[in-house]
């Protein structure tokens, strides 16, 4: 499995997200948390997301934390189990670590889909401006 995709499953019934990690520990669907946990830091991985450095020894790390999140159909059904390992940027001091530390990360869903609407928004551009041109 690639990075960024999404778990496929038919789990019924679990309307509540798991909140915490032990949460997700203890849910009924552990194995299917633990893999999109896997999927998710596998995708951190192959997109260099982060870089390991030595902390100096006066700074604080900031901590992260997993979002758990059951992605339902239009039918109501769980269709993928999603796992997101996100910086507790609340604890950031502004001056101190505010500038360097967590900057969000694109998809290659959302380039890929900017990519193809930019030659049509440069038509459409063209189009207004022979307009303009012409009134």
């Known amino acids: 499995m690639s990075g960024g995709e999404a778990l496929e499953a038919e789990a019924i019934g679990h309307d509540d997200d798991p909140y915490t990690y032990n949460e997700a520990m203890g849910d009924v669907d552990v194995t299917l948390w633990k893999k999109a946990m896997n ?6 991985g192959s997109n260099k997301v982060w870089e390991l450095v030595n902390l100096p020894e006066e700074i604080k790390p900031i901590g992260c934390k997993w979002i758990y999140k059951r992605k339902r159909g239009v039918d109501g059904k769980v269709e993928t189990f999603k796992a997101r390992l996100v910086a507790k940027g609340y604890t950031q001091k502004e001056g101190i670590d505010y500038d360097e530390t967590f900057s969000p990360v694109a998809m290659l869903k959302s380039r890929q889909r900017t990519t193809k609407l930019i030659p049509l928004l440069k038509l459409w551009l063209l189009g207004v401006l022979k ?4 009134a």
Do not use: N, T
Request: no cysteine; charged share 30%; hydrophobic share 40%.
């Open 131 to 134: 307009g303009i041109s012409r």
């Open 39 to 44: 999927v998710e830091m596998e995708s951190m």
